[in-house]
């Protein structure tokens, strides 16, 4: 099947702990994205990379860092800084065509 | 700056049309896009404008006017698998790049 693929559906994170989320993609997309969703709220833009080897920040991207090695990857890391890590974590496709996103990530702290 | 507005709820009844407007401000416009998003879920594509007019996909259109900052979807025939939260989105390229910035959505209830 062809799409946005994220892993895991749900992830915890302990105090002090570092934790990646991961996004593949089969779509050829050159653009790649990466958004935070709390509750009742649109989305927030994270990071950004529109080729390999290349990225940008968003609007919130203390406490994150990302990585973009190859075109059909694009890990998220959420670092022990970023202190309200809760949140649906998602990852889309696609710059100079409509966005198209995977399924997300719940993101909780234990 | 960048600013997107959508009303924050809005009700109908099944059957009927409902119309949700997005106004914008956006230095770089380069589309608008719609996405619907069920509760729990990821946000799915339903349509966009780049040129001012209208869009007609099925049930679902979308009108863009780019001189007053302002775009609308209509829902026809509404049915209840339609409630669901509906966001406004601008692409935006002033970086040289494709940027696209939410609105907070507008969650619709359909009633029976």
């Known amino acids: 099947d062809g799409g946005i693929t994220q892993s895991p559906k749900y992830l915890f994170r302990k105090e002090g702990q570092n934790v990646t989320l991961s996004c593949e993609q089969n779509l050829n997309h050159d653009a790649m994205y990466w958004y935070r969703q709390d509750p009742g709220q649109g989305l927030r833009l994270i990071y950004y990379s529109q080729i390999v080897n290349d990225f940008q920040k968003g609007d919130i991207a203390e406490g994150y860092s990302v990585s973009r090695e190859k075109k059909e990857s694009f890990p998220l890391t959420v670092t022990s800084a970023q202190k309200n890590p809760t949140a649906f974590y998602l990852c889309a496709g696609g710059g100079n065509q409509p966005q198209h996103f995977g399924d997300g990530t719940r993101l909780s702290i234990l | 700056g960048q600013n997107i507005d959508q009303p924050t709820e809005m009700t109908a009844t099944e059957g009927a049309i409902v119309q949700i407007n997005c106004t914008y401000q956006t230095s770089g416009f380069n589309g608008l896009f719609w996405y619907q998003q069920h509760a729990g879920e990821a946000p799915t594509f339903l349509s966009y404008?780049?040129?001012?007019g209208l869009e007609e996909k099925g049930r679902f259109s979308s009108f863009l006017s780019r001189s007053k900052g302002y775009s609308y979807l209509l829902l026809k025939e509404l049915q209840m698998k339609d409630s669901a939260s509906y966001l406004c989105?601008?692409?935006?390229?002033?970086?040289?790049?494709?940027?696209?910035?939410f609105g907070t959505g507008t969650r619709l209830k359909v009633l029976a």
């Open positions: 989105a601008v692409r935006d390229d002033t970086s040289g790049t494709y940027k696209y910035i």
């Open positions: 404008n780049v040129l001012d």
